[in-house]
């Protein structure tokens, strides 16, 4: 939480159901604010893990539209560069189990490249883009260590830059990022495709 002349930021190992609300009041207690006070929310969007961005930005939006805030969504690779200049850059993010989002940028102003796999594959594409005056910069939640809270001091000071020069800081604006499409809407339009051709016997007699 960011005021005119002080930040706070609150750290838990606790689940997002379980947590956010509990840090949102001890933030505002710190801040000695309420919740009308509150004149913008930043929120990150992912990648990353698919319960918490569905938890964190439902959360988030619930507020702003309750309370009438603007709302800015941060991506996670933006979290983790936050104010990393050594190009070139990849920014990561986890999501399930030994698999990772990765966003790469050769220079400042570069076009970046996306990928995702392992945590091999995310330091061979580091090696890959490595230049004569050294190796790449890789920042992300598992391969370089942040103190607690960082990454939500971030999140706030971007959207603070972002709402800036944004319009439309509306709730009905965020769109999570899963870094890929999840498996239930893989699985749904599979259903839907199905129903649509029909049963496996009448698409023979077809």
Same mark, same amino acid.
């Given at each position: 939480?960011?005021?005119?002349?002080?930040?706070?930021?609150?750290?838990?190992?606790?689940?997002?159901?379980?947590?956010?609300?509990?840090?949102?009041?001890?933030?505002?207690?710190?801040?000695?604010?309420?919740?009308?006070?509150?004149?913008?929310?930043?929120?990150?969007?992912?990648?990353?893990?698919?319960?918490?961005?569905?938890?964190?930005?439902?959360?988030?939006?619930?507020?702003?539209?309750?309370?009438?805030?603007?709302?800015?969504?941060?991506?996670?690779?933006?979290?983790?560069?936050?104010?990393?200049?050594?190009?070139?850059?990849?920014?990561?993010?986890?999501?399930?189990?030994?698999?990772?989002?990765?966003?790469?940028?050769? +220079?400042?102003?570069?076009? &970046?490249? *996306?990928?995702?796999?392992?945590?091999?594959?995310?330091? !061979? $594409?580091? =090696?890959?883009? @490595?230049?004569?005056?050294?190796? +790449?910069?890789?920042?992300? &939640?598992? *391969?370089?260590?942040?103190?607690?809270?960082?990454?939500? !001091? $971030?999140? =706030?000071?971007? @959207?603070?830059?972002?709402?800036?020069?944004?319009?439309?800081?509306?709730?009905?604006?965020?769109?999570?990022?899963?870094?890929?499409?999840?498996?239930?809407?893989?699985?749904?339009?599979?259903?839907?495709?199905?129903?649509?051709?029909?049963?496996?016997?009448?698409?023979?007699?077809?």
């Amino acid at each position: 939480m960011l005021t005119e002349d002080r930040e706070f930021a609150l750290a838990s190992h606790a689940g997002a159901l379980e947590s956010l609300a509990v840090l949102t009041s001890q933030a505002l207690e710190q801040a000695q604010s309420t919740i009308d006070e509150l004149a913008l929310i930043g929120v990150c969007t992912g990648p990353g893990s698919f319960t918490g961005l569905r938890i964190g930005v439902a959360f988030a939006k619930t507020l702003a539209q309750v309370q009438g805030i603007p709302i800015v969504g941060i991506s996670s690779y933006d979290v983790v560069s936050y104010k990393i200049t050594a190009f070139p850059i990849i920014s990561v993010a986890r999501g399930k189990r030994d698999y990772y989002y990765a966003r790469v940028v050769s +220079a400042p102003g570069t076009e &970046p490249l *996306f990928i995702q796999g392992s945590r091999e594959v995310i330091e !061979r $594409a580091g =090696a890959e883009v @490595a230049t004569s005056n050294g190796a +790449a910069t890789i920042v992300g &939640p598992d *391969f370089s260590v942040a103190q607690p809270g960082e990454a939500a !001091r $971030a999140v =706030a000071r971007l @959207a603070r830059l972002a709402a800036q020069h944004a319009d439309g800081l509306d709730w009905t604006n965020i769109i999570i990022d899963y870094g890929q499409r999840p498996n239930a809407v893989v699985n749904w339009e599979k259903r839907q495709r199905a129903n649509e051709e029909g049963p496996p016997l009448s698409r023979l007699e077809d």
